[in-house]
Every structure is written in C-alpha cells, then in structure tokens.
C-alpha cells in the first residue's frame, strides 16, 4: 500500500521536482536514468538535480540573472549550507534540495562527498585550474565524486567483500572523470569564449596535439569504467551501460572532429544513435563496451605534464 503520509507525498514532489530537472537539461542522462530499476531511479535523479543547480549558479545562469561574481559565490555558498543542513536535518524547503537529504540519508552519502564537490563549483568562479594538480582535484570534487554518489546508491543493499567495492569505487571514479573530460572537449568552445576557461590546456587553445592525447585518456578511463559494470547490481548496469556508450560514441566524434573546429562549434550524437546505443546496453552485453584492446586501471597522465 502507497504511503500517503505528508512527509512522503512531500518526498515525492521533491523527487518529481528533481526528475523535471534531469529532463531539462540532459537528454542522455535522462533516457539512462529511464533504464534504472525503480529502486534507483529517483535517487540518481536527486542527485543530478543537484548537481545540475550547483552547475548553473557558476556556469552563467546566474551571471544572465544579473548576478555578478561576488553574488554568485554568495548563491553557492548558500546552496551549500542549504545541502549540507538538509542532509543533517532530512528536510528542506527547497523541494531539489529535500529530494537530495533524502538520497544522501538512504546511500550513506555524507560530506566527504559533497565537501569537495561544492569545492569545485567554488573553483569555477576564481577560472580554470591554474595546474595539474589543481586540475586532478577539480575533477575529482567535479565529476569521480559524483560517480561514487551514485555508486553508493547502486550499492546501499548489497553486501560486497571491501576489495570489490574498492574496484567499483575505482570504476565509478574513472567513469566521472571520463565524462568531465568528453565534456571539456565538446564544451571547449563556449567555455573559452563565454566563460573564459580552459581545462585541457596550457596554451590559449588546446593544440592539435593536446587534442589527440585527451581523446586518448578519455579512451583508457572509458576502458577502466567498463570492466567494472558487469560487477554491478543488474538493475543499474544496463543504465550505466548506456550513458558510457553515449560519452564513447560523442568521444569517437570528437576524436574525428578538427581541433579548430572544435574551437567554433559543439558536437553531438544524434538522438536515432543514442536509440540505438540503448538498444545495445539493453541487449546486457558490457564486455563489448571497451574502446582499447589493452585497457589499464593505471590514473592516465595528463598530456600538459608532458
């Protein structure tokens, strides 16, 4: 019997709130998430409406609202007390936010997690990462973090020996930062000219060079990702299927796009292929999924410390 108790129905407008946003903004991640089990769904819904705010407050919603960067790093810093408050409380009146507490309280997510990815969000407004280092930990608080929220959903009723949740978790890092990369390269444009960022490179635009040894990064963590989700539980693998063959068919187009081109205009993979790429994730068969014929679980090396 449906629990029609206030707290719940609250609950569910949260989660309503939450799944309106993922339609929004990402087709992609909308149609994956259509293929987690029902168990999960809402919950990696939560946590993308999150995310996806956070995102936006930095990346020029803001700033169009009329809101310049003192102000929007006063709207982040809010939205943080605000998350951080709701995961302690269980509650909030920001209906994203409240279907987020309620996530985080369910998987075990904590402030390990969101401390840096709020951390990220803050580095944006101050530019691109000044060195690798920094830029290994944007990406990590940006994007791996990510990833393991999610794999902590996926993961909250089962019972793994610690070495195979320590590979999943390596799994679930690889595929984030696979995702943040594959986006760096699509976004390279906009970033740069309305932004006025630049992720991959050192030089005031990513060279020819720098271009084809990216796509060869993303290549080995795409690689790394898929050798894990056959270990996954089977109502979450063909969903997280589908997203890594979305970001390795939008990687293969980029690989073929000219890096000047790339410089101009935003690549993407049309919605009849991304059909068909679910049907390939729904057809169960995940050792297909790898780009490389000897991927490695090795950290890729940045191609600016070259």
Request: proline fraction near 4%; charged fraction near 25%; aromatic fraction near 6%.
């Amino acid at each position: 019997m449906r629990d029609t108790s206030p707290s719940m129905r609250y609950t569910r407008a949260a989660r309503a709130a939450a799944a309106e946003i993922i339609g929004t903004y990402s087709t992609s991640f909308g149609w994956a998430t259509g293929l987690l089990g029902r168990r999960h769904r809402g919950h990696i819904r939560s946590i993308y409406a999150l995310v996806r705010i956070a995102d936006e407050i930095v990346d020029g919603t803001a700033a169009e609202f009329g809101l310049d960067a003192e102000a929007q790093a006063q709207a982040l810093e809010d939205y943080r007390e605000q998350t951080h408050r709701a995961m302690a409380a269980g509650y909030s009146t920001d209906l994203v936010i409240h279907a987020f507490a309620r996530t985080a309280a369910a998987a075990g997510i904590d402030t390990s997690l969101t401390g840096p990815f709020f951390d990220s969000m803050r580095a944006d407004l101050h530019g691109s990462p000044g060195d690798d280092q920094q830029r290994a930990q944007y990406v990590y608080g940006s994007a791996e973090v990510v990833g393991l929220m999610c794999l902590r959903v996926f993961l909250r009723e089962e019972h793994l020996p610690a070495v195979e949740v320590q590979e999943l978790e390596e799994g679930a890092r690889q595929l984030g930062a696979a995702f943040q990369n594959v986006n760096f390269l699509r976004d390279l444009a906009a970033d740069a000219d309305q932004l006025g960022r630049n992720y991959l490179s050192d030089s005031a635009a990513l060279t020819e060079v720098e271009h084809r040894a990216w796509v060869q990064i993303i290549g080995t963590q795409l690689d790394a990702a898929a050798g894990v989700i056959p270990s996954l539980p089977r109502d979450c693998r063909a969903a997280v299927a589908a997203a890594h063959l979305f970001f390795a068919e939008l990687l293969t187009r980029l690989e073929a796009t000219p890096t000047e081109e790339l410089r101009r205009r935003r690549i993407r993979v049309p919605n009849p292929v991304k059909v068909r790429l679910i049907s390939r994730a729904l057809a169960g068969n995940a050792g297909s999924l790898q780009r490389n014929a000897s991927p490695t679980t090795d950290r890729p090396r940045d191609p600016r410390s070259a």
